[in-house]
């Protein structure tokens, strides 16, 4: 069986510092290299004629296409070209991963080829741009809290990749920087084990070649999060709303459970309901039974509706001239946060 494991490297108006890149990885003997010119225009012809001089394929988008599109295109010319690889590494084209790095993650992917490979880099060393540090921790601890997903750098661009996994990545969504997260969600959702691997931090001229940019690629790669927040959010505002209209309908009449207690009930069935639906089907995409899940749903919303009840009752009690409203609000806070977590690992999971 072959053990080729092509090298890929996505570009956009790169600098000399890809041609080094390139005799390093001829003089280490890592091949084949795919490289893809992402629309750089007509002034990088010749830096990418030396490229392919060096020996890599160069593939080409007439326009830019955002990273995301570059790595597909060459998923795809690798899976047609070479049927009996292992996978793929991929790496950025600024000089940040060394072929020691690259050599390591190749090995990785070779001891368990089913595996996503990440070569994770030290934000705790010196030299390292602030927005760099920043993005990545934060990213990191949104992405763990918010999926269950422990990982240490969640925008490396140096990964192993094996070929099934490849070609369920052709018709993943996001086009740009996003497309790598996605990488890793579907990773958690296909049950495909992550191996992370330390590799050296290197960051060249405060990383001024890199074309992320902070405030719009940021938006792209949280747009993944911002569903469950959207889902969570509109489904409380519908939930105290309502809750607001039955206390103002129901406080005169007196029900045997306390009219707290029955509009609790009244507002969750209803937007109990509407948030199923937006789960199952936007949220978590929900792929395996919907009778299963929606059982799994109304068993975790009833135990999520009667602590709400029972909690609001109780803290209203003690401070009666505090609206239920008002007292509602962070009983639900604490209780969505312990929602979201049965939803992410049970409900759905």
Known sequence: ????????????????????????????????????DDGSGSEYEGLFAAVKEKGAVVLAHAVNMGKGRALKTAFNFCLNEYPDMVGVITADSDGQHSTDDIRRCMDALLEDERALVLGVRNFDGSGIPARSVFGNKV???????????????????????????????????GERFEFEM??????????????????????????????????????????????????????????????????????????????????????????????????????FKGKGSKKSAAVKYIILALCIMLLSGGMVSFFHGIMPKVPEFVVKLPVDTVLFLLSFFVQREIVYK
């Open 1 to 36: 069986m072959s053990r080729t494991i092509p090298v890929v490297i996505p570009a956009y108006e790169p600098d000399e510092k890809l041609i080094v890149m390139m005799d390093e990885l001829a003089e280490a003997d890592l091949c084949p290299v795919i490289v893809v």
């Open 139 to 173: 990213t990191s601890v949104v992405m763990k809290f918010l999926t269950g997903l422990s990982i240490r750098d969640t925008q490396t661009g140096l990964r192993g990749i094996s070929s099934e996994f490849m070609k369920v990545l052709l018709t993943e969504k």
């Open 182 to 283: 996605n990488m890793l969600m579907d990773a958690k959702e296909l049950g495909i084990k992550i191996k992370e691997v330390p590799i050296k931090t290197i960051y060249l001229e405060e990383n001024r070649s890199s074309h992320f940019n902070p405030v719009r690629d940021s938006i792209r790669i949280y747009a993944i999060f911002f569903k469950f927040l959207f889902s969570s959010l509109s489904s409380s505002i519908v939930d105290i709303v309502l809750f607001g209209l039955f206390c103002s309908l129901l406080r005169n009449t007196n029900p045997v459970i306390g009219y707290i207690m029955l509009a609790t009930i009244l507002a969750r069935v209803i937007s109990a309901a509407y948030n199923f639906t937006i789960n199952y089907k936007v949220v």
